[in-house]
T-cell receptor, first 116, second 111 residues
Framework: GAGVSQSPSNKVTEKGKDVELRCDPI?????LYWYRQSLGQGLEFLIY????????KSGLPSDRFSAERTGGSVSTLTIQRTQQEDSAVYLC??????????????FGPGTRLTVL | QKEVEQNSGPLSVPEGAIASLNCTYSDRGSQSFFWYRQYSGKSPELIMF????GDKEDGRFTAQLNKASQYVSLLIRDSQPSDSATYLC???????????FGKGTRLSVIA
């Protein structure tokens, strides 16, 4: 079946502009996560959705970052007034929440964001 | 602060050898443990998960978990050049908590 998809694959923007990143999870996966990965770094958790609600937003680095999820499916991560330090690969992952103690997360291909 | 520690490497092994990758974690309440492989410029790909103490084997891969020592490892037998990648250890508490990732160990298999 289809995996997690993300768009755009690459985004170059100027400092101060707003950007929207999109994630389409695997069908039926109720949990959705956003991470970011800076060059040579591990994955940094940003926000977690269960259905349309976000019980854990603790990883969002500033109030310039926000995310929403509609219809229990597609999620959008918005970064306002982008800064150069926002440059990273933004990864989305989804997982089902029934069955095993903790089901594995499946990652999308990521969006590479470059802020000039 | 929940932490997952990995040696950044690079770990270089000759083709056909066993590669041993190690990971320690700080949260004693952690329940689930994952190994992801990430090729350069690609997203992480799950290769193994383990929930119980002991060994779990899947083909050339063996995951080992010791909760008392808060230690999880990945062994890759008969290493191939195609195994050259960064291996990320990830840990989760019970429920829906996000994964906590280590920074990864870069493995290089030399032909």
């Amino acid at each position: 079946g289809a995996g997690v998809s993300q768009s755009p694959s690459n985004k170059v923007t100027e400092k101060g502009k707003d950007v929207e990143l999109r994630c389409d999870p695997i069908s039926g996966h109720t949990a959705l996560y956003w991470y970011r990965q800076s060059l040579g770094q591990g994955l940094e958790f940003l926000i977690y959705f269960q259905g349309n609600s976000a019980p854990d937003k603790s990883g969002l680095p500033s109030d310039r970052f926000s995310a929403e999820r509609t219809g229990g499916s597609v999620s959008t991560l918005t970064i306002q007034r982008t800064q150069q330090e926002d440059s990273a690969v933004y990864l989305c992952a989804s997982r089902k929440t029934s069955g095993a103690p903790y089901n594995e997360q499946f990652f999308g291909p990521g969006t590479r964001l470059t802020v000039l | 602060q929940k932490e997952v520690e990995q040696n950044s490497g690079p770990l270089s092994v000759p083709e056909g050898a066993i590669a041993s990758l190690n990971c320690t974690y700080s949260d004693r309440g952690s329940q689930s443990f994952f190994w992801y492989r990430q090729y350069s410029g690609k997203s992480p790909e799950l290769i193994m998960f383990i929930y119980s103490n002991g060994d779990k084997e899947d083909g050339r891969f063996t995951a080992q978990l010791n909760k008392a020592s808060q230690y999880v490892s990945l062994l890759i037998r008969d290493s191939q050049p195609s195994d050259s990648a960064t291996y990320l250890c990830a840990v989760a508490s019970s429920g829906n908590t996000p994964l906590v990732f280590g920074k990864g160990t870069r493995l290089s298999v030399i032909a």
